[in-house]
């Protein structure tokens, strides 16, 4: 189980959720940034920093939201 980022994150370059990490596993991407669902560990620590509230745990992420789940599996295996 890992957390997601959702479409709010986009054009958003802030990246406060980067900072908090504590394993580094967000990364900027074209439009957005990414979670590594391989490394992530659910700590929560980036939800509670995004200040607009584009990230989930991936079992929470909003219906309308889901393609993000496997945009992120995506860029991870082309990266
Ligand atoms: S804090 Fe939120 S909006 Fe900013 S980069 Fe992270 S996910 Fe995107
Ligand atoms: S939940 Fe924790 S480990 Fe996962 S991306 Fe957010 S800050 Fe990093």
Request: proline residues 6%; charged residues 30%.
């Amino acid at each position: 189980m890992a957390f997601v980022i959702t479409s709010p994150c986009i054009g958003e370059k802030a990246a406060d959720c980067v900072e908090v990490c504590p394993v580094d596993c967000i990364v900027e991407g074209e439009d957005q940034y990414f979670i590594d669902p391989d490394v992530c560990i659910s700590c929560g620590a980036c939800e509670l920093a995004c200040p607009v509230s584009a990230i989930y745990e991936e079992d929470d992420v909003p219906e309308e939201e889901r393609h993000f789940i496997d945009k992120a599996i995506e860029f991870f295996k082309n990266r």
